[in-house]
């Protein structure tokens, strides 16, 4: 390799004058499956840099390196030289975005996060969540609490499905391994009783350090034969309709979520647990208390008495001594 072809492998690839939306922006490079390396020499220059496409696919070729080249979605800085982007576009090295699930959202605040998401493909819109799970080969199986709250990366122009799926098995992996350590004396029958009851002790805990005695209790109360009793899933039942005050007529009124009138665990989770929350169900702290009641600063108050339970909800709920 000549002196001449060695200082333009590594020089910077000048920038067409106008070229991105401003001077310290990066190009954005888009390489369709399939492109051969003369076509993407060809994207580029169209990309906005000002050099030879030849030369380009000349270093491409001379490399060896130019069947590596994977297709994506690129942003390439100004001042890149040819031999720092070929690196660039044989590793994949593709320009990323992310976006977070949180632990307690339902499946409609994470669909709706989707929908948000920044340059991330919309190939769920219009589809109702039975068609999403069975897009996702889970026909049958309900979409809520299903998918692992974490912060997930994707290449621009991404399916929001491929997201899912990721999601999906992450849930998986660590749903198993919960189970796994389960304790042997749990009333739980199945992982997907582990899941539902994990939903319910993260959307009832304040603090962290309260999530095993929450468990605890519904764990109780379910060997018990005891009403469960938890508002967040009554609220889950009213769907929509909530309007953030429930209401002595929604503890009366009956659905499938009403753990005030139906005993056991409701039918599906009601939102996406974390690991904590996870192993929380199926680990919880060996405690008598059948009662807890919220002390207003995010902990709980936990009792194993009807008594001792009303009295500690007239002093932390109605301000009496």
Known sequence: M?????????????VRAGAGEGAAQPLELEIEPGTTPRGVAQAV????????????????????????????????????????????????EEALRAVTLVEGWNFRQLRAALARAEQLKGDTAGL??????????????????????????YAKGSSDLAVLRRALHAMDRRLEAAWALRAPDTPLKSPEQALILASIVEKETGRAEDRAQIAGVFTNRLRAGMLLQTDPTVIY???????????????QTDTPYNTYTRAGLPPTPIAMPGRAALL????????????????????????????EHNRAVNKYQRGQK
């Open 2 to 14: 000549g002196a001449g072809a060695a200082w333009w492998l590594q020089a910077p690839m000048p």
């Open 45 to 92: 220059v169209q990309a906005g840099f000002d050099t030879d496409a030849r030369l380009l696919y000349w270093w491409f070729r001379l490399s060896g390196k130019d069947r590596g080249i994977k297709a994506g979605n690129y942003e390439i800085a100004r001042g890149t030289s040819p031999y720092v982007l070929l690196e660039m576009l044989v590793r994949g």
């Open 128 to 153: 109702s969540d039975a068609e999403i799970m069975a897009r996702l080969d889970r026909a049958g199986v309900p979409a809520e609490g299903r998918f692992f709250p974490d912060t997930y990366t």
């Open 237 to 251: 039942g009213l769907g929509e309709k909530f309007d953030g005050n429930l209401r002595r007529r929604d503890l």
């Open 280 to 307: 929380a169900a199926v680990q919880p702290a060996n405690t008598r208390a059948l009662y807890f009641v919220a002390r207003g600063d995010g902990s709980s108050h936990f009792s194993s008495t009807l008594d």
